[in-house]
T-cell receptor, first 115, second 114 residues
Framework: DTAVSQTPKYLVTQMGNDKSIKCEQN?????MYWYKQDSKKFLKIMFS???????INETVPNRFSPKSPDKAHLNLHINSLELGDSAVYFC??????????????FGEGSRLTVL | AQKVTQAQTEISVVEKEDVTLDCVYE???????LFWYKQPPSGELVFLIR??????QNEISGRYSWNFQKSTSSFNFTITASQVVDSAVYFC???????????FGAGTRLTVKP
């Protein structure tokens, strides 16, 4: 069973479209994240949710909107896609702070290509 | 916020050579965790090791070894007798105890040639 799963794995779309990437974890973790990996391989945190509540929101355009319907899911919705949004997006999860070992459990990544 | 620096952008070695990947970090917390992840060409992030700030003992796992030195804020990674399958991008990362925010270095691309 996949611990952190993302769908779709690949997404090719046109500029201006709206798209979503879904993430689910079955580890019982309280905290979920989205990271963006650009073409130079740099990994940067975008958002972090703890028990459905936003706790980290880095400088990300407001075209990006995370949605957490429950603590096992954190979806990423992107409006009005731009060429610069092309990247690999990684979802991750971690246990509650009180049990925190710092480790993140990553999904396999979703490669978004904007044409 | 914490910061991780991997000064080596790319390293190329010939198979069987030893190679060391450098990692230097900055944090104001006294309790933190350091990590290394491997990202092979297939793209997934593979967890290699976690060290907490109170444990400076070096660790060896097969051909991999890690040298954690708080005095120099470094957490270096050595691959002994490198193999072609070690070719990947390697990331060092730091997570502070009081927040759920893992920060990554820029990564080092290792190429091992036959």
């Amino acid at each position: 069973d996949t611990a952190v799963s993302q769908t779709p794995k690949y997404l090719v779309t046109q500029m201006g479209n709206d798209k979503s990437i879904k993430c689910e974890q079955n580890l019982g973790h309280d905290t979920m994240y989205w990271y963006k990996q650009d073409s130079k391989k740099f990994l940067k945190i975008m958002f972090s949710y703890n028990n459905k509540e936003l706790i980290i929101n880095e400088t990300v355009p407001n075209r990006f909107s995370p949605k957490s319907p429950d603590k096992a899911h954190l979806n990423l919705h992107i409006n009005s896609l731009e060429l610069g949004d092309s990247a690999v997006y990684f979802c991750a999860s971690s246990p509650h702070l009180s049990r925190n070992t710092g480790e993140l459990f990553f999904g396999e990544g979703s490669r978004l290509t904007v044409l | 916020a914490q910061k991780v620096t991997q000064a080596q952008t790319e390293i190329s070695v010939v198979e069987k050579e030893d190679v060391t990947l450098d990692c230097v970090y900055e944090t104001r917390d006294t309790t933190y965790y350091l990590f290394w992840y491997k990202q092979p060409p297939s793209g997934e992030l593979v967890f290699l090791i976690r060290r907490n700030s109170f444990d400076e003992q070096n660790e060896i796992s097969g051909r991999y070894s890690w040298n954690f030195q708080k005095s120099t804020s470094s957490f270096n990674f050595t691959i002994t007798a490198s193999q072609v399958v070690d070719s990947a991008v390697y990331f060092c990362a730091l997570s502070e105890y009081n927040n759920n925010d893992m920060r990554f270095g820029a990564g080092t691309r290792l190429t091992v040639k036959p």
